[in-house]
């Protein structure tokens, strides 16, 4: 199957920022005298959108108000404590240029919402930047129903079974192949073992060990 778009997770795939997002879950959620703790809420959050984030975690029927309340509190926090510490994983500008270069589309499906994307994209700094963005703040079921992902594909113009997804993330992983994508696991803050699916072509630390395999090259 010729591939023509590379779809990219952000958090934990693009930027090294899932540790981030545990310290200010943990600080939300004691301002808000929750009993969790980070993998738990991790485990159960990590790629659903902000409003079913908070759903999920207080266990309750939110208004979409106190929702938008709520995840705009965490995210601010978030983004303090990682603007000081703000890193990429490894390599990813380098080879999304690399594979915009050679004709690929690129486009990024998260579900982080409008604020998180500028401050990620504001930093990374993207050469090109990527042909569609779709968040989690425009009204699309978050993962592991495949709706964001399926919204970047229409976005860019590519059919789904010619596009690979790349995530760090079990629902991730599960969005891709609900979506009929096959997917690179970034093992940034999960095991290939727990990424794992009969779509999946490869697991990796990094970009850069995806260079050094020569992926843009076998993959095209």
């Known amino acids: 199957m010729k591939t023509e778009a590379l779809i990219f997770d952000m958090d934990g795939t693009m ?111 993207m050469v090109p930047m990527p042909d569609a963005i779709v968040g989690g703040d425009e009204g699309f079921t978050g993962k592991p129903t495949p709706a964001i992902f399926l919204e970047a594909a229409k976005r860019i113009g590519v059919a789904p079974e010619r596009c690979i997804v790349f995530e760090d993330a079990p629902f991730g992983i599960e969005a891709a192949r609900r979506g009929g994508m096959r997917a690179v696991a970034v093992c940034s803050s999960h095991s290939a073992a727990e990424l794992a699916g009969p779509h999946v072509i490869a697991a990796v630390r990094d970009f850069h060990e995806l260079a050094q395999s020569n992926f843009l090259e076998t993959h095209r």
């Open 15 to 125: 930027i090294d920022s899932m540790p981030w997002h545990a310290k200010s879950w943990m600080a939300f959620v004691k301002l808000h005298g929750l009993d969790l703790d980070a993998a738990e809420i991790l485990a159960r959050t990590t790629g659903r959108t902000g409003a079913e984030c908070m759903r999920e975690i207080f266990e309750r029927d939110l208004s979409d108000a106190e929702c938008e309340a709520f995840v705009h509190e965490k995210e601010a926090l978030y983004r303090t404590m990682f603007q000081d510490n703000f890193t990429e994983v490894a390599g990813f500008t380098a080879f999304a240029a690399e594979a915009a270069a050679r004709g690929l589309k690129v486009a990024v499906g998260t579900a982080g919402d409008r604020h998180n994307i500028e401050f990620a994209m504001s930093r990374l700094k």
